[in-house]
DNA sequence: AAAAATAGTTTGCATTGCAAACAAGTTTGC
DNA sequence: GCAAACTTGTTTGCAATGCAAACTATTTTT
């Protein structure tokens, strides 16, 4: 049993549970509600991407620049498999000779 | 709230929930169960003394050095706050507006 | 048209996890 | 009895990662 570590970064965790809640959301959202600079919540998001997590939706606010972000069924499955994990080791159950 | 980093890493979870089971362990049985290196072990027990969680007790065995470790009132406390963190993150109440 | 704001991305540094190399002694084999 | 191999850890060095400052590109304000 392995702890995924995409996910278990807490500013990665807070934004998969997010996701996990609603249709989508937008940078700035996730900006405001966690409270991490921009480069930090951009590059998380990259991360998460790469994963394929989630996916990133790229279109115009008017002429701003509108970036949101989606989670994706892989996202959701690891996301479920991650609280599993912990509470196997919360119960220790993840242990040999148990 | 702020997840602690110290007992966030996986191998010191299990660690600290391996130590808050027992009165204590030492070097070899924490390496057989976990199944890492010596030198990680021997940094990850490092990082949690200093954080002044657990006590590492040298002693002789016969002729060979041996070393174990016992969870402290400190790593206990800090060890359920953890759990509980991570359980407001679980539920989401970790956001504001709730 | 210059200055400030918006919306992100890229770069660079400091920290950390990890294993290989090292240390210090003990036991075994020849 | 001494060299080789084992035990029990620690230290060193590297690669990966989180984080914020600096940058890009465009738009809005003054």
Known sequence: MEIDKVIH???RLRIMMIL???EEADFNFLLNTLGLTRGNLSRHMD???SAGYIKIKKSFNGKLPY???QIMKKG????EQYWQNLDQVRKGSDLPAE
Do not use: H, N, R
């Open 9 to 11: 970064e807490p500013a």
């Open 20 to 22: 996990q809640g609603v």
């Open 47 to 49: 991360k998460l991407e």
């Open 67 to 69: 970036t949101s972000y």
């Open 76 to 79: 959701l499955g690891a996301l």
